[in-house]
């Protein structure tokens, strides 16, 4: 019997062969079975413990650990982005380019030991094994839906008699532009996997309220990039619709690539 195809396994005290935990015997020596034998074969995978203490034990680490990654992550890009608010950011050279790149690898491995402390960080994170033809539409879903967002955020700024975006993003200065391609897929997998995996998972799991897990992300995603009006608008549902896909496919491969597709549009569109 495969392992996947059982939660535990008995060991026999006897021969030390391991039986379904419904058998009274031991299929290879015939030998009796403690009920006390149970043992799990998948350690892995994090499963919540009904223990009060140990429930209590875990939600207190997890809230340590979210206040760490806000504080680490989080909390330098708003104070960046307030600050280029009054002072424009020049355009970047392969020097920045390569800093960002070392920060991008320094956040990617704290999250991801984070999700290594639960087991089986690739199907939280929503990193497993992907199905191309699916990504490839979801890929395309997540784009239009972001430009959908983007649109009403702009009909609603109008509406409203906010002002316009005003002002240009900073591009790439001499041989950095050969690097922006690599740099916006790396920042759309770490932003991707920090508000939408990371993010959502651990304020669900605290919360118990997924929906309300997507807004909350869906604030701090909008905060995380200091915009004018449409710019915080636009950011703020692309958040939720991002985060909609995930809490529904978990699955984060093709809203990387479709954050980044929108990425490259907006600079080189």
């Known amino acids: 019997m495969a392992d996947g195809d059982r939660e535990f396994a008995l060991l026999c005290p006897h021969c030390g062969e391991e039986n379904p935990p419904e058998f009274p015997v031991c299929w290879n020596c015939h030998g009796h079975l403690p009920p006390r034998a149970a043992i799990p074969l998948k350690t892995e995978t994090h499963e919540p413990s009904r223990d009060p203490e140990a429930v209590r034990r875990r939600r207190k680490r997890i809230a340590v650990e979210l206040a760490v990654a806000i504080a680490v992550v989080w909390a330098p890009w708003f104070i960046a982005g307030l600050w280029y608010l009054g002072h424009p950011m020049s355009d970047l050279s392969v020097s920045h380019v390569l800093r960002g790149f070392a920060d991008a690898v320094a956040i990617l491995a704290l999250l991801f030991y984070f999700g290594w402390l639960d087991g089986d960080w690739r199907r939280r994170f929503g990193l497993s094994r992907p199905r ?17 967002a983007y649109t009403l955020a702009i009909l609603i700024a109008m509406r409203l008699g906010l002002p316009g975006e005003g002002g240009s993003r900073p591009g790439f200065a001499g041989m950095a532009v050969w690097l922006a391609p690599l740099d916006f897929l790396v920042w759309a997998l770490v ?47 692309i958040g939720v619709i991002l985060g909609w896909i995930f ?21 080189f569109g």
């Open 132 to 148: 191309l033809g699916k990504e490839a539409l979801w890929t395309a879903i997540a784009w239009l839906s972001m430009q959908l």
């Open 191 to 237: 932003e991707e996997l920090f508000y939408r995996a990371y993010l959502w998972d651990r304020l669900t799991e605290l919360t118990g309220r997924p929906v309300a897990s997507i807004v909350i992300s869906a604030l701090l995603f909008s905060a995380g990039h200091v915009y004018p009006p449409i710019g915080t608008l636009s950011t703020f549902f």
């Open 247 to 267: 809490a529904t496919r978990r699955s984060l491969w093709s809203l990387v690539l479709g954050h980044c597709l929108i990425n490259v549009s907006i600079y």
